[in-house]
């Protein structure tokens, strides 16, 4: 969609195209036509309504969150690995079907790379348990994440609830003190 177009957008859906007086000949609106450079809307010409623009996209939010750092790094790492192995298994087989030397060492190789693909995935599937287990995404009322965010909280109330008795007999002067040693 051209400038032009976009400067005379349809009002409605109905329409469609561009609007009559757009194109490589047809004036700017912005630039007054000659002889008309005084013309505006204190000389009786009307004003048209600005148009309406449609628009381009809409933003959807992300059905699933991102996954984290090192899960993903893992991730990548296996599907390129996979990637690299059944390119391995195609050469093999393209070179056993040629009857070329190379189809042995091509065989070790991908049965070289599957066992190092399957490595890959199964980092991944850990790293992503070990994430959700230190950072507390699981969400069974047994989650050790969440029992130890619940001690720690706890021992940051107690650390608040001293510090704030010891402010307040600061406060005071020491009032209340049996003994001024």
């Known amino acids: 969609m051209g400038t032009a177009e976009r400067r005379r957008a349809p009002?409605?859906?109905?329409?469609?195209?561009?609007?009559?007086?757009s194109g490589p000949g047809a004036?700017?609106?912005?630039?007054?036509?000659?002889g008309?450079?005084?013309?505006?809307?204190?000389?009786?010409?009307?004003r048209e309504p600005q148009p309406v623009y449609r628009q381009?996209?809409?933003?959807?939010?992300a059905r699933s969150r991102r996954l984290p750092d090192p899960v993903r790094t893992a991730a990548v790492r296996a599907v390129l690995v996979v990637a690299v192995t059944l390119i391995l298994a195609m050469v093999a087989f393209l070179c056993t079907m040629a009857g070329s030397w190379l189809a042995f060492p091509m065989v070790i190789g991908s049965?070289?790379?599957?066992?190092?693909?399957?490595?890959?995935?199964?980092?991944?599937?850990?790293?992503?348990?070990?994430w959700n287990q230190r950072h507390g995404v699981v969400s069974t009322p047994s989650s050790t994440a969440r029992a130890m965010r619940r001690e720690r909280r706890r021992a940051r109330r107690q650390a608040r609830i001293a510090e704030r008795s010891r402010e307040r007999i600061r406060r005071r002067g020491g009032a209340g003190q049996l003994s001024h040693s």
């Open 111 to 130: 049965v070289a790379g599957t066992v190092v693909a399957t490595w890959g995935v199964l980092d991944v599937w850990v790293t992503r348990q070990v």
């Open 56 to 61: 381009l996209w809409t933003d959807e939010p």
């Open 36 to 46: 008309r450079a005084a013309e505006g809307p204190q000389h009786g010409r009307r």
């Open 11 to 21: 009002r409605d859906a109905g329409t469609a195209g561009p609007a009559a007086g």
């Open 27 to 34: 004036p700017d609106r912005d630039i007054p036509a000659p």
